[in-house]
């Protein structure tokens, strides 16, 4: 109903301008052939009545005159004070006299049917009168004009209305396209998109915003699902944990150590709990289209220094001889939680997965791009689990890493927010000997 009413408003218009356009046309094409005829005739008399008036000082009749060709068409008189004094055979113009009162003055005469031009030329001596010459009654084409514009207007108007149409149907049909396309789109289906047209025009940019849009909504409908899986799947052990042990804790009245005990453990999977909703949150909290609005200057220097900064107990502790191999000033527009998230991330998985008395090198540098670069002498990744240690949730070998506390979601994070700001992440790694991370921003 909409797309026909659209049509009904843009025939309605159309048609309106172009009646107004017809009409105008009409009244200009009429008024420009009225003038051009009105001209030509007084242009036509006005030359054979300086001629006349030029034979007859020369002593010839009017009648020699007008029976040579170039004069056959028109008539003639002469006025003096009033009276005829000479007259061609064939001029019976009505009425002649009031004629008399003009000097060199062309005057139409328009009916239906004939038009008749009259021009009064003043006479020099010898005559001293007034000569008046006249067109024989010619045909009125201006009414035959007249008559054929008001049947062409009409006919002209419906084609126009007609081609109208088929053009607005034509123009109509990818936004039917989308109409369609839109009604079948549900939150299981979004595989529907619209064919671009080959033309690059206003169509086009709209098909291709209507099929980024559903692009979108297919990415967020499926990053929301994820998270849905992702938090039923993480927080399904820790919930179990909790209700069990107030269940079992509520069994029987128990000593207070029991009851601290249990509220140790609660608040222990509780912890685990909100670490994971945050990270996940985090994941889904930014995207390509909201990610630009929330840059700003950052130094990363110094937020390498900061981040290592946090972890120097820990690396004291485990006695790592850590390496700042290169690292230069360099301050870019981004994203500053993103950033932290990144070298703290990696900073963490380095000391957390590297032995006793082993070494972590660090490098920051710029040359077109921004290059961030930490290598580890830890326990390495297989080739075979290389491609999914950026997965959510994803750990390496959970029996060897029971003792090193993390969900499995710090280089999803990471992989993430690189990508966010238009760089790349590359992981190489051998087991037992350690793991290169270069993140390459923009």
């Known amino acids: ?71 056959q068409n028109y008539e003639a008189a002469v006025f003096k004070e009033g009276k005829l004094v000479r007259k061609s055979r064939n001029f019976h113009l009505d009425n002649p006299e009031p004629l008399e009162r003009y000097n060199d003055r062309f005057v139409m005469f328009k009916t239906e049917q004939y038009l008749k031009g009259v021009y009064v030329l003043t006479l020099t001596e010898p005559f001293n009168g007034k000569l008046i010459v006249t067109t024989h009654e010619i045909n009125n084409t201006i009414e035959d004009v007249v008559d054929t514009l008001l049947t ?24 039917k396209r989308i109409t369609q396309t839109a009604n079948e789109i549900s939150v299981n289906n979004f595989s529907g998109t619209i064919p671009l047209p ?5 169509i086009k ?67 685990q709990i909100e670490h994971v909703v945050e990270n996940l949150l985090l994941l889904t909290k930014y995207s ?13 220097d110094a937020m390498v220094l900061n981040t290592l900064e946090k972890y120097d107990m820990t690396l004291k502790e485990k006695q790592l001889n850590l390496t700042i191999e290169k690292l230069e000033p360099i301050v870019t527009e981004a994203n500053p939680v993103l950033l932290s998230m990144i070298f703290s991330n990696l900073i963490d998985n380095a000391i957390k997965y590297t032995p006793k ?11 077109e791009k921004i290059h961030f670069i930490i290598e580890d002498e830890g326990m390495g990744i297989s080739k075979e689990k290389l491609s999914k240690i950026t997965d959510r949730f994803y750990r390496v070998d959970e029996s060897r890493n029971k003792k090193i506390k993390g969900f499995g979601l710090g280089l999803s994070i990471v992989k993430k927010s690189v990508e966010l700001h238009n760089g790349e992440m590359n992981i190489r790694s051998a087991l037992d000997r350690g793991t290169i991370v270069h993140v390459v921003l923009m």
Not at 15 to 35: E, N, R, T
Not at 42 to 63: H, V
Not at 288 to 300: D, G, R
Not at 357 to 367: E, P, V
């Open 152 to 175: 062409l207007i009409p006919v002209l108007l419906l084609t126009l209305l007609f081609l109208g149409s088929r053009l607005i149907d034509k123009v109509l049909v990818p936004v």
């Open 357 to 367: 008395h082993k070494s972590i090198t660090i490098s920051l540098y710029k040359d």
């Open 288 to 300: 390509k289209e909201n990610i630009a609005q929330t840059f700003e200057l950052c130094h990363l």
């Open 205 to 271: 940019a709209l098909v291709e915003a209507f099929n980024n849009m559903i692009i979108r909504l297919k990415e967020g409908v499926a990053n929301l699902n994820r998270f849905n899986s992702d938090v039923s799947h993480e927080l399904r052990t820790p919930l179990t944990v909790i209700k069990g042990e107030i269940e079992i804790t509520l069994r029987k009245l128990r000593e207070p150590d029991a009851y601290i005990e249990s509220m140790q453990t609660i608040a222990y999977e509780a912890g």
């Open 1 to 71: 109903m909409k797309v026909n009413s659209l049509k009904r408003k843009v025939l309605f218009w159309f048609g309106g301008v172009s009646a107004i356009l017809l009409v105008l046309f009409g009244f200009a094409f009429y008024y420009v052939l009225d003038q051009s005829i009105t001209l030509k005739i007084q242009s036509q008399l006005y030359k054979q009545s300086i001629q006349i008036e030029d034979k007859l000082t020369a002593g010839d009749s009017l009648d020699q005159l007008l029976q040579k060709d170039l004069m």
């Open 198 to 202: 080959d033309k690059e025009d206003e």
